[in-house]
């Protein structure tokens, strides 16, 4: 059967890759790159087979490039093979110390076609494995010589090719099962608030974007249809998927949608309504494993001291959303515990796996395990150079491959082989094409199969993991992942299988060579965010997850492992992340009277105080009155109250009166823990009450004034009576004998 199946694919997987776009310059001359010497440049759509049984032919074929100022003639090509390869770790070492592939060399072929500069031609090239004697099964470095001559003349070699030759004529006893892990990532295009700060990302998923031809890749992988089975991909991979890329994409399918500073909004509704679409086939084909919700940098955060942001975005039990669950009406409360996966599994229609991390940058601190296994992660994915003794898993310094180990406080890990995993996330960007990076990778895998020692009954396994932003040549890397297939002894496998594989004594995590840290002006920003976001937690009515759902959403976004290679772009998205936060404080708050001026009219009148809350959810507030110097009144408090979102509630504070007149007060919300909602209101009160002391003294006042009238009338009644005294005595003057005395009247009083 697999030979049947190598010889229906070998056409489709390794020679049909046209297309590939021209590599740019700047790769070493042994990828195909030129230089003064070397000015033609070659390009490999075509290596068949990827792996050649003795006799058999090798056939190359490609363009050549004059990428010089000269126009060459006499062109010639020939493959020359160095010393066979028996193990990977010599395969390896010609990185650094390359096989000069001179031991055997085929003969030349003419090139009929002259090369302008500047131009490019076809060439093909077939040789034999005889006419290169490769004697013994293994793993040949080769070199493709292109020889022409200038305008002098005189021949030379004008451009080169190092790749593999692999000759197999048996598999070996044991299988070596290898597992991809494949990325669907792409750094937001949301700022804090949850909008679109530009329309890139119809682009990318339109036709030729890289999320476009990222998906490809896996679509285009070919199928094979056993008797009686449907059609099933002859490899699957496991596509890691951030929640964050799917939900922004739902929202652009679901259109219209707005984009910053244009007034026409985004055009990538259909775009992204059609890559969900192709999603959605391609999830039902290949498993599905949840990044945390936008990438958020696990490491870096908890390190950091901000786990539980991390913790907040995990899939499994991460709550971080920007549209969090909502229950039917009469339903019970949804619990907001995966949204991660949720997401996932409304837009694809497919179960997510949500137990398995994977590292960004291939390694994690140990303290950081912790919170993935309290998130419900068990397995994490780290790169064999993160490891005391990495090279043992891959097969480098030992006989087997096992992509399983331990690693602390209980925690599986998976070796990503980096290697590999470096090769197929570089595939697209070697100056002599996709194909030759298959075709080093067929080589790794048929070393790492086939040499000998370990147990010859146990199987060997690997793990390959592109980096997050893989760029890929959508046919070549198809035929990459498809080759896995063909190389004898070598077939695919889950990453449930390397789960329960082989395990290799790796020795454990190693400190990273260059931490990760967050930088500090980030850091801060993120940090005053989040403890806003936790004030407020306290103040929220109901579930704290899914209330404040979008704002830890935005603050995993704005602390992706995606800003780890763009500074300003985390600076930017901390920055806006503090004021977006912010911003939640002031939409909670009390009203001013319109002229400022508040008016009791008695010693016990309440002051009447009106607040808005503008949030989407219920919060509980205190009130705090004060008056400036603390004199003329006092205030009771009334409490926790509850404000309803979107609404304005009147509350009424019990105050007592200490005197008359016109007094500063300044009123403020705070929540539950004291944090500061919203600005502090300044009022002018004025009272015309009586207070105590004044009353006190009216009371006295009026008792001294009504004495005073008393003593007056008292005065006037004697007066009277006096004037009365005085009319008697004058009528008896009148009536005295002549000569008698007259008595004098009184002296006035001065009252």
């Not at 991460?318 to 019970?332: L, Q, S």
Request: aromatic share 2%; proline share 8%; net charge negative.
């Amino acid at each position: 059967m697999r030979v049947l199946l190598a010889a229906l694919l070998a056409l489709p997987l390794l020679a049909g890759l046209a297309g590939l776009a021209p590599s740019p310059a700047g790769a070493a001359p042994g990828d195909g790159e030129t230089d003064a010497d070397r000015p033609v440049r070659i390009e490999i759509d075509r290596m068949d087979p990827a792996t050649v049984a003795p006799g058999g032919p090798i056939t190359l074929s490609g363009t050549l490039t004059n990428t010089g100022d000269e126009d060459l003639t006499g062109l010639s090509i020939r493959l020359q093979r160095g010393e066979v390869l028996r193990t990977r770790a010599e395969l390896v070492a010609t990185d650094t110390d390359p096989d000069p592939a001179a031991t055997v060399a085929a003969a030349f072929k003419p090139i009929a076609d002259p090369l302008p500069a500047g131009e490019s031609i076809p060439f093909d090239y077939t040789t034999t494995t005889t006419d290169l004697q490769l004697g013994e099964d293994g793993v040949y470095p080769v070199l493709l010589n292109l020889n022409g001559a200038g305008e002098d003349g005189e021949q030379r070699r004008v451009g080169e090719v190092s790749t593999f030759v692999v000759q197999a004529s048996a598999p070996p006893i044991r299988t070596t099962g290898v597992a991809w892990l494949w990325p669907l990532v792409e750094p937001t295009h949301r700022d804090a608030a949850g909008r679109f700060v530009d329309d890139e990302l119809a682009d990318l998923v339109a036709s030729g974007g890289r999320l476009d031809r990222a998906l490809a890749a896996v679509e285009r992988i070919p199928e094979t249809a056993p008797p009686g089975a449907a059609p099933q991909p002859v490899a699957r991979v496991t596509l890691a998927i951030d929640p964050a890329l799917v939900e922004a994409l739902t929202v652009m399918a679901d259109g219209p949608y707005a984009i910053a500073g244009s007034s026409d909004g985004g055009d990538g509704t259909e775009a992204a309504a059609a890559f969900l679409e192709r999603l959605r086939a391609v999830a039902a084909d290949h498993p599905v494993v949840a990044l945390p919700y936008g990438d958020v940098d696990v490491d870096a955060l908890t390190t950091a001291g901000l786990a539980a942001v991390a913790a907040r975005s995990l899939p499994a039990t991460g709550t971080a959303a920007a549209f969090p669950a909502v229950p039917e009406e009469g339903a019970p409360p949804v619990d907001q515990r995966g949204a991660g996966v949720r997401i996932l599994r409304d837009a694809l229609g497919v179960p997510v796996r949500s137990d398995l991390m994977w590292a960004a940058g291939g390694t994690v601190h140990g303290q950081t395990l912790g919170v993935l296994r309290d998130g419900g992660v068990s397995t994490v994915v780290v790169g064999s150079t993160s490891l005391t003794d990495g090279a043992a898993a891959v097969g480098l310094e030992s006989d087997a491959a096992a992509a399983r180990t331990p690693l602390a406080d209980g925690t599986t890990g998976l070796v990503a082989d980096s290697g590999l995993s470096g090769l197929a996330g570089s595939a697209g960007s070697v100056a002599a094409g996709t194909r030759i990076a298959g075709q080093r990778y067929v080589a790794e895998l048929t070393l790492l199969a086939g040499q000998p020692g370990g147990d010859p009954l146990a199987p060997r396994t690997v793990l390959v993991a592109p980096a997050r932003g893989v760029d890929a040549d959508a046919d070549g890397m198809a035929a990459m992942i498809a080759s896995t297939a063909l190389v004898p002894g070598v077939r695919t496998a889950s990453l449930d299988e390397l789960l329960t594989g082989p395990v290799a004594d790796t020795g454990g995590l190693t400190p990273p060579s260059d931490p990760v840290a967050i930088d500090p002006a980030v850091l801060a920003d993120v940090q005053a965010a989040v403890g806003v976001r936790d004030d407020l937690a306290g103040a929220v009515v109901g579930d704290p997850a899914a209330a404040l759902a979008p704002y830890d959403a935005a603050t995993a976004r704005a602390t992706s492992v995606a800003w780890r290679a763009d500074p300003d772009r985390a600076r930017a998205a901390a920055a806006d992340l503090r004021r977006t936060l912010d911003g939640l404080l002031d939409e909670v708050t009390l009203l001013s009277p319109a002229d400022g001026t508040y008016s009791l009219a008695s010693s016990d009148a309440p002051l009447v105080l009106t607040v808005r809350n503008d949030l989407e959810f219920a919060v509980q507030v205190r009130l705090q009155v004060r008056a400036r110097g603390g004199v003329g009144l006092s205030v009771e408090d009334i409490g926790v109250q509850l404000l309803a979102p979107g609404e304005r509630t009147t509350l009424q504070v019990p105050a007592e009166v200490g005197q008359s007149g016109r007094f500063t007060v300044t009123a403020r919300l705070v929540t539950p823990d004291g944090g500061e909602l919203g600005s502090p209101v300044e009022l002018q009160v004025t009272s015309t009450a009586y207070g105590a002391i004044s009353l006190a003294i009216t009371i006295g006042a009026a008792a001294l004034l009504g004495l005073l009238f008393l003593r007056r009338l008292v005065l006037f009644l004697l007066r009277r009576r006096a004037a009365a005294a005085r009319g008697e005595a004058e009528d008896d003057q009148l009536l005295a004998p002549e000569g008698a005395a007259v008595p004098l009247p009184p002296t006035r009083s001065p009252v």
